[in-house]
C-alpha cells in the first residue's frame, strides 16, 4: 500500500480473522470450545472506518462461531467457512458492485494471497507469512492481534504531512519487499537450473527451432497481456538479432495487425483470433510457441488445435501448473504461482532459446556435413 492511498479511493476493506484481528493463537477449554484474544483499538477503528462509509467485510476460513461472535459485536459483515477466499472476494465484489482495484485486502498467511492479488491494496500485518508480506503493498508495524487496523485506520485518517522518520520506515519495508521478491526470483531460477527433464526440453525446443528455419519454415508466437508483449518481444529477437550479427530468421507473433485481430474477434469469437490467423499463415514443419501464465487461455487452446492439425510442432511456455494447455503440447511449466515471476522466468527461457539457436545455426553453417 503506497501513502497515496486515501479513504476516498477504497470500495472496500476485507480484514482475514486469525492472525489479522488475532495473534492466531487458540485457546482450547476443557469442554472442547475455543476462545481468541482481540485488540479493542481495532474495535475504535472499526468504527472510525464505519464512520466515513467505507463498508468491511471479514473473509475467513476459521469455522467456529468465534469469528461470527466477533463480526457481530463490530457490526461487520462475515463470509467464514470459506474454502477459496479468491472467488468469493470476486464473488461479494460482482454482487455489491465493487471495483477489485479499489479493495484493501488485510492478509497474514497463505491461504490469502490469491484474494491479496486480486486486491489493489493487499496490506499484511507485521508477522505475516514472507510470502505474504512479498505481494503485500504495505506491512504493518503492528503483529497480528495487536492493533492491526487501528494502525491502518491512522494511515487513512492521518493528516498528510508526514514526518521524515515515516518516511524513512516506508523506505526500509519497501527494501525489505524488494529483498523479498529478489529472493524468490533467485530461488526459482536456481530450481529451473536443477530441473533436468525442462533443460533437455529446452534443447529440443532449440534444435526445433533451428531445424525448421534451416528447412525455410518459420517460428510462430503468441500470448495475451504481457505474455503478449513477451511474443513481440521474441519474435523480434529472431527477425533482428539477438547477440550476435546473423541474416534474419523467419518468426511472426499472432495478433499484432489490429485490423485482422478486432475483426475476428467481432465476426466470430475472441477465442478465435489466433487460431484463425495461425490456419491463414502456418505450413506444415513450422514451430508454434503459445505463452501463457495461467495454461488456460481459450484463444490459445484453440490455437494450439489448429497447429496440430496443420502439422506445426507446438511448445508452451506455462505457469501455475501448466493448465490445459500443458496437457496438449510439450510444456515449460515456471513453478509458481506469481505472475510476474512467471513472466520474467518465460523471457529467460526465450532468450536462452535464442542464443542456442544462434548457435546451432552458426554451427550448421560451418560444418554442413555435421548437421545432415
Sequence with gaps: MTTSITKEGLDLIVYDFDGVMTDNRVYVMQD???????NRGDGLAVDMIRSAGIPQLILSTETNNVVRTRAEKLKLGVIHACTDKAQALTEYCLQHGYDLSRVLYVGN??????????AGYPVSPADGHPAVRAVA?????AAGGAGVIRELADWL???AARTVEAVEKDTMQMIEQIRDELSESVRLREALSRDEALLERLCALSRAIANALRAGNKIIFAGNGGSYADAQHLAAEFVGRFMRERAPLAAVCLGTNGSTLTAVGNDYRFEEIFARELRAIAGKGDVFIPISTSGNSGNLIQAIDAAREIGVDVYALVGKGGGRMSQLAPSFVVPSSHTA????IHITLGHLVCGLVDDLLEAAATHPEEAR
Design 32 to 38: 472442547g470450545g475455543e476462545a481468541v484474544v482481540c
Design 109 to 118: 498467511d497463505l491461504n490469502d494471497i490469491g484474494a491479496m492479488r486480486l
Design 137 to 141: 503493498r504495505r506491512v504493518t508495524s
Design 157 to 159: 485518517f492521518a493528516p
Design 341 to 344: 515471476r512467471i513472466q520474467e
